[in-house]
């Protein structure tokens, strides 16, 4: 049953010339590709929207900025200073319309393969909700759904044309930022794709990450750190200004908590240290910092999360629902001004006490700002609809109601592990330099 | 016609071939429509069909051995059972073309080859797979062979990928709403392996009842692979997301962040993928044309090859493009093709018993069956005559 060789080769001619068939209309050159880093959403001044694109500018990426500083450029487009990125906005009535619009200002044809964050604004968030963004995002092929999804108290637009230090392009570098401020728990990096799981999850409300860009006057982070470590600015009274002869000054971008959504609309935001809580729980940071203050000398500790086990159920008692949240933490101790030579067991104690409270009080804080919005974020609906079925489905209607009354009892436990290289203090009395 | 036989390792690969594309392509957002939470289960309630047509056409390779499908029921039904049972299979055949065809061409539109048209994307896959055709069964398996290594060397990487954003947790509850969603989801996911009816019409290359281990071991395979997959796709994508995506094991690559040179993976993967398409389309081609031929009693199938893969492109080309539309069309032929993918081979088995019990019967009692099938004497009765 086979051809003889003769007719065999015009055929397998036919179907190699058949391969290169769709060159004819999807070819896509590189050099007439504009790459699309990061997208943003505002509220629109004459029409619904405003939706702000970053575009990579090839040239300067693969070496034009050194090309043009060497070549006496310096501040012209071909310069070092000269921008990686182009952001352009256009006003329109969809996010998919908005990308089409874009074709107006471009000589490329616009990407989306390359999208790393699509930022949105609260406002937007708020009022209009993601649903068409996330609309967009799942129908378009060529985004990723890796992408991270943003909230931002100010404008989008603003966001993606603020240059961040040390990263060529401000969207890898937006998204640089917020994985590593997600693995410390200061907020939960949010791909488009794990929104969209919490979205459509039973009992479960998303979340997403916010960033704001942080004017200088404001630069004074919890921990009475200066906001920018590479900025040699005095802080007085938690604002920063520039010492005679160092760089002024300039705003920063950080990580500022968690926003809050019911179905697709944006409900809250939660502080800093609830965020950590809530990353705790949903199994999200990596090695976040705990922080307390010691209870009898008022100084702080703290101590790094080196592994955790969150769990979370719901008891029927008398005919009610009652959540228990529980979280185990085990830590390494990175500072502690301990008035005792060595660290005791009975100061240790004291030590992991004093944190697991204050773990507490956030968690405890988190989970009450969650029931004022009636969003639970937490999960404890998407528990008993995978133990429960039955009386999930019971309560599903009313649920968020139901969770913004259920009494939850929260249970910390942190266990230090580990002290570190050292085991003593330097303050100790009668020690060299302990005295003071 | 001389007929190439082909390895027990080759017929487990056309197996595999039969599977694999569509069932990555199609079968997990269909099913987790139907079945929503429990589809993962109702997956593997589909396996049963595959081992069922399997086990059937073992049967019919062992009682008319050298004999494809249709003449095999031509032997056990008499010529005019034969031929409509030969219809009845020739119309499943056309469907699974015509489906694969359409799911194939679809798929690459939508996903990579945006501007291109349909129709740009039918021929390619109409001319790749009537060229394979034409090099005929032994060829096609040795070129799926390596296909699926290669799908198999682009899936681990993958799967270790997903491996990361996987959450036992989705799969759970198991038969919250009872057992019928599940019910609903299962004759879905039969289908894919149900299509494993088309190697009825390659029993003679495969050479009977000896190919039994090898062709049920790569079911086996199949089976846990395919609802690995799909548990997997559902651990990661949740099945709300998972009905929503066709290709929903390559949304799931695109939910992880990974370097920008590991992201080709699923362009790999994907075209790795068509290739496998590619073998599974040329093998249909096969199948369909050898039904034909053997309907209308043609010694050489192979004019009826391009004939046949023009009607089924044409076909495709023209049913409603909308996937709500188009997914009815699916479900209920699937239905349908699934239930006749294991009726048509249990009816030919029946068939063949029957006759094997008249002619041992006939033999008994001294009297030659006609070839009509007429029921001349029952055995029993013959032998309660026989002194």
Same mark, same amino acid.
């Given at each position: 049953?086979?051809?003889?060789?003769?007719?065999?080769?015009?055929?397998?001619?036919?179907?190699?010339?058949?391969?290169?068939?769709?060159?004819?209309?999807?070819?896509?050159?590189?050099?007439r590709t504009a790459h699309v880093v990061a997208m943003g959403?505002?509220?629109g001044?004459t029409r619904?929207l405003r939706v702000t694109f970053q575009i990579m500018v090839p040239?300067?990426?693969?070496?034009?900025?050194?090309?043009?500083?060497?070549?006496?450029?310096?501040?012209?487009e071909?310069?070092?200073?000269?921008p990686?990125v182009w952001v352009r906005a256009v006003e329109t009535?969809?996010v998919s319309e908005g990308f089409h619009l874009l074709c107006e200002y471009l000589p490329r044809t616009p990407a989306l393969?390359?999208?790393?964050?699509?930022?949105?604004?609260?406002?937007?968030?708020?009022?209009?909700?993601?649903?068409?963004?996330?609309?967009?995002?799942?129908?378009?092929?060529?985004?990723?759904? #890796? =992408?991270?999804?943003?909230?931002? $108290?100010?404008? &989008?637009e603003? %966001?993606l044309r603020? @240059?961040?230090?040390?990263? +060529?392009?401000?969207?890898?570098?937006?998204?640089?930022?917020?994985?590593?401020?997600?693995?410390?728990?200061?907020?939960?990096?949010?791909?488009?794709?794990?929104?969209?799981?919490?979205?459509?999850?039973?009992?479960?409300?998303?979340? #997403? =990450?916010?960033?704001?860009?942080? $004017?200088?006057? &404001?630069?004074? %982070?919890?921990?009475? @750190?200066?906001?920018?470590? +590479?900025?040699?600015?005095?802080?007085?009274?938690?604002?920063?200004?520039?010492?005679?002869?160092?760089?002024?000054?300039?705003?920063?971008?950080?990580?500022?908590?968690?926003?809050?959504?019911?179905?697709?609309?944006?409900?809250?935001?939660?502080?800093?240290?609830?965020?950590?809580?809530?990353?705790?729980?949903?199994?999200?940071?990596?090695?976040?910092?705990?922080?307390?203050?010691?209870?009898?000398?008022?100084?702080?500790?703290?101590?790094?999360?080196?592994?955790?086990?969150?769990?979370?159920?719901?008891?029927?008692?008398?005919?009610?629902?009652?959540?228990?949240?529980?979280?185990?933490?085990?830590?390494?101790?990175?500072?502690?001004?301990?008035?005792?030579?060595?660290?005791?067991?009975?100061?240790?104690?004291?030590?992991?006490?004093?944190?697991?409270?204050?773990?507490?009080?956030?968690?405890?804080?988190?989970?009450?700002?969650?029931?004022?919005?009636?969003?639970?974020?937490?999960?404890?609906?998407?528990?008993?609809?995978?133990?429960?079925?039955?009386?999930?489905?019971?309560?599903?209607?009313?649920?968020?109601?139901?969770?913004?009354?259920?009494?939850?009892?929260?249970?910390?436990?942190?266990?230090?592990?580990?002290?570190?290289?050292?085991?003593?203090?330097?303050?100790?009395?009668?020690?060299?330099?302990?005295?003071? | 016609?001389?007929?190439?036989?082909?390895?027990?390792?080759?017929?487990?690969?056309?197996?595999?071939?039969?599977?694999?594309?569509?069932?990555?392509?199609?079968?997990?957002?269909?099913?987790?429509?139907?079945?929503?939470?429990?589809?993962?289960?109702?997956?593997?309630?589909?396996?049963?069909?595959?081992?069922?047509?399997?086990?059937?056409?073992?049967?019919?390779?062992?009682?008319?051995?050298?004999?494809?499908?249709?003449?095999?029921?031509?032997?056990?039904?008499?010529?005019?059972?034969?031929?409509?049972?030969?219809?009845?299979?020739?119309?499943?055949?056309?469907?699974?073309?015509?489906?694969?065809?359409?799911?194939?061409?679809?798929?690459?539109?939508?996903?990579?080859?945006?501007?291109?048209?349909?129709?740009?994307?039918?021929?390619?896959?109409?001319?790749?797979?009537?060229?394979?055709?034409?090099?005929?069964?032994?060829?096609?398996?040795?070129?799926?062979?390596?296909?699926?290594?290669?799908?198999?060397?682009?899936?681990?990487?993958?799967?270790?990928?997903?491996?990361?954003?996987?959450?036992?947790?989705?799969?759970?509850?198991?038969?919250?709403?009872?057992?019928?969603?599940?019910?609903?989801?299962?004759?879905?996911?039969?289908?894919?392996?149900?299509?494993?009816?088309?190697?009825?019409?390659?029993?003679?290359?495969?050479?009977?009842?000896?190919?039994?281990?090898?062709?049920?071991?790569?079911?086996?395979?199949?089976?846990?692979?395919?609802?690995?997959?799909?548990?997997?796709?559902?651990?990661?994508?949740?099945?709300?997301?998972?009905?929503?995506?066709?290709?929903?094991?390559?949304?799931?690559?695109?939910?992880?962040?990974?370097?920008?040179?590991?992201?080709?993976?699923?362009?790999?993967?994907?075209?790795?993928?068509?290739?496998?398409?590619?073998?599974?389309?040329?093998?249909?081609?096969?199948?369909?044309?050898?039904?034909?031929?053997?309907?209308?009693?043609?010694?050489?199938?192979?004019?009826?090859?391009?004939?046949?893969?023009?009607?089924?492109?044409?076909?495709?080309?023209?049913?409603?493009?909308?996937?709500?539309?188009?997914?009815?069309?699916?479900?209920?032929?699937?239905?349908?093709?699934?239930?006749?993918?294991?009726?048509?081979?249990?009816?030919?088995?029946?068939?063949?018993?029957?006759?094997?019990?008249?002619?041992?019967?006939?033999?008994?009692?001294?009297?030659?069956?006609?070839?009509?099938?007429?029921?001349?004497?029952?055995?029993?009765?013959?032998?309660?005559?026989?002194?």
């Open positions: 049953m086979s051809l003889p060789r003769g007719k065999l080769v015009p055929l397998a001619c036919l179907a190699l010339v058949c391969m290169v068939l769709s060159g004819c209309w999807d070819a896509e050159d590189p050099e959403v505002d509220r001044n619904a040239r300067m990426l693969a070496g034009g900025a050194a090309a043009g500083a060497a070549g006496g450029g310096g501040g012209g071909g310069g070092a200073d000269a990686r009535d969809a393969s390359h999208l790393q964050a699509v930022v949105m604004s609260e406002q937007v968030a708020r009022d209009r909700g993601v649903a068409s963004l996330w609309d967009f995002l799942t129908r378009d092929a060529q985004a990723r759904r #890796a =992408a991270q999804l943003i909230v931002t $108290p100010g404008r &989008a603003e %966001l603020f @240059q961040p230090r040390l990263a +060529d392009i401000p969207g890898a570098g937006l998204v640089a930022l917020l994985e590593l401020a997600a693995d410390t728990g200061a907020t939960i990096a949010t791909p488009a794709g794990r929104f969209g799981l919490a979205l459509h999850a039973e009992g479960m409300q998303p979340v #997403a =990450a916010m960033v704001e860009i942080v $004017p200088p006057e &404001a630069q004074a %982070l919890p921990g009475g @750190q200066s906001g920018s470590p +590479d900025r040699a600015g005095g802080q007085a009274g938690g604002r920063t200004t520039a010492a005679p002869g160092t760089v002024p000054p300039t705003p920063e971008v950080r990580a500022a908590g968690l926003a809050v959504f019911r179905g697709d609309r944006m409900v809250g935001a939660l502080p800093q240290n609830e965020s950590l809580a809530v990353s705790l729980t949903l199994r999200r940071a990596r090695r976040p910092l705990i922080r307390a203050t010691a209870p009898d000398s008022g100084a702080p500790i703290t101590a790094r999360v080196l592994s955790y086990r969150p769990e979370i159920k719901l008891m029927t008692e008398g005919g009610q629902l009652r959540g228990q949240t529980r979280l185990r933490v085990a830590a390494e101790l990175r500072e502690e001004l301990t008035p005792t030579y060595f660290i005791e067991p009975a100061r240790l104690k004291q030590l992991e006490r004093a944190l697991a409270t204050a773990l507490t009080q956030d968690l405890a804080s988190a989970l009450r700002r969650t029931q004022e919005m009636g969003a639970d974020v937490f999960g404890f609906g998407w528990w008993l609809y995978r133990k429960r079925p039955q009386q999930w489905f019971a309560v599903r209607e009313h649920w968020d109601k139901i969770y913004g009354r259920l009494p939850v009892d929260v249970q910390v436990e942190v266990k230090l592990r580990a002290e570190g290289l050292t085991s003593k203090s330097p303050l100790f009395p009668g020690t060299p330099g302990g005295d003071r | 016609m001389k007929e190439v036989r082909i390895s027990p390792g080759q017929a487990a690969l056309l197996l595999f071939i039969l599977i694999w594309p569509r069932y990555l392509l199609l079968v997990p957002s269909l099913v987790a429509e139907m079945a929503e939470q429990d589809a993962w289960v109702a997956n593997l309630m589909g396996g049963f069909n595959g081992v069922a047509v399997v086990l059937l056409l073992l049967a019919v390779a062992s009682l008319a051995p050298g004999k494809d499908l249709i003449e095999a029921a031509e032997e056990g039904l008499g010529k005019a059972g034969g031929k409509l049972l030969g219809t009845l299979l020739l119309a499943v055949f056309l469907f699974m073309t015509y489906t694969t065809l359409r799911a194939s061409s679809a798929f690459i539109k939508e996903t990579f080859l945006r501007v291109t048209p349909l129709w740009a994307n039918m021929v390619l896959l109409v001319t790749q797979g009537i060229g394979g055709a034409f090099y005929g069964t032994e060829p096609v398996a040795r070129a799926g062979g390596i296909t699926v290594a290669l799908l198999v060397a682009g899936l681990i990487p993958s799967v270790a990928l997903l491996v990361g954003q996987f959450d036992p947790r989705l799969l759970f509850p198991v038969f919250a709403r009872g057992p019928l969603p599940a019910l609903r989801g299962a004759p879905i996911s039969a289908f894919p392996f149900g299509e494993v009816v088309a190697l009825g019409m390659l029993l003679p290359a495969l050479g009977g009842t000896r190919r039994s281990g090898p062709l049920l071991a790569g079911l086996l395979i199949t089976w846990v692979v395919t609802g690995g997959l799909l548990a997997v796709d559902q651990g990661i994508l949740g099945w709300y997301n998972l009905s929503r995506i066709p290709f929903s094991f390559l949304e799931g690559l695109r939910v992880v962040r990974v370097p920008p040179l590991l992201e080709r993976i699923e362009v790999a993967v994907a075209t790795i993928w068509m290739l496998v398409s590619f073998a599974k389309i040329a093998l249909l081609f096969i199948v369909q044309a050898r039904a034909a031929g053997c309907i209308l009693g043609l010694g050489d199938h192979r004019p009826l090859i391009p004939l046949l893969a023009a009607l089924t492109a044409v076909f495709a080309l023209n049913v409603p493009s909308q996937r709500t539309v188009y997914s009815r069309v699916l479900f209920w032929g699937g239905i349908v093709s699934a239930a006749l993918q294991t009726l048509l081979p249990a009816v030919v088995v029946l068939g063949l018993l029957w006759r094997r019990r008249q002619v041992t019967g006939s033999a008994r009692s001294g009297h030659t069956p006609r070839s009509t099938g007429r029921r001349h004497a029952s055995p029993v009765r013959a032998r309660r005559a026989r002194p």
